[in-house]
């Protein structure tokens, strides 16, 4: 799935990779989006839903994904009504990005499975989303797809932030920026649905995030899901 390099994790794109890292992605919670300009890297930041192999959980849900040599990025903002969405609704820049998220109140998770080298997940977009940054020429080797739908404090109004970013690489660290092996991210998000839909020598069981977890973003929502 990887080989680790002077530069970072070199990524083996198969079909295996790429499912594996969908199903690690799978109900994570995007609570953050950025760029450190200096290598055109675009992070987002996760919660994600991990079961090492000889613990009850991962006490430390946070992740950031960093996509690597990255070329657009591309982030709509709308008002998610019942059955239908809002137009965009514009952002001036990563900043304005930034500023969303800091003052969103409450989130939902990622769903769907599908959220590497899908375009047909934008197929709803209007024609002008709501923020484009070009960072460099020329097309990427792959495009990530993800979402938040999320509500203001004291408000009932619902909106989905979502985006794509176009590059070339991916790796996964830590909160601390450690990096954590490929095959690891993927081993344990897969491990924690196979404990979930009791497909391991261990029964279903109930798999709960603590809202008393580590945020990015201060306290979060719990999530509890049910296996059987």
Known sequence: ????????????????????????????????????????????????????????????????????????????LREDRLGDYGPAIPLADLDDVESFFRSIGGWDAMYGWEYLDRPSRTDDWPEEPSLTVDLRPGPASHSLFWFTECWKPGDDTRLCIEGTVDFEDLEITYADRTAEPLEQFIAEGRLWWDVLFGRTKHPPQVQVTSAEAPSWRGRRPGSTFVGG
Do not use: K
Request: proline residues 4%; contains cysteine.
């Open 1 to 76: 799935m990887g080989t680790r390099t002077m530069a970072g994790w070199d990524v083996v794109w198969d079909e295996q990779t790429r499912t594996g890292l969908e199903t690690a992605l799978n109900e994570a919670e995007v609570v953050g989006l950025r760029l450190n300009s200096s290598d055109q890297t675009c992070e987002l930041l996760l919660h994600v839903c991990a079961q090492p192999e000889r613990a009850t959980g991962d006490p430390d849900p946070r992740r950031v994904l960093r996509l690597l040599r990255a070329t657009r990025i591309r982030v709509l």
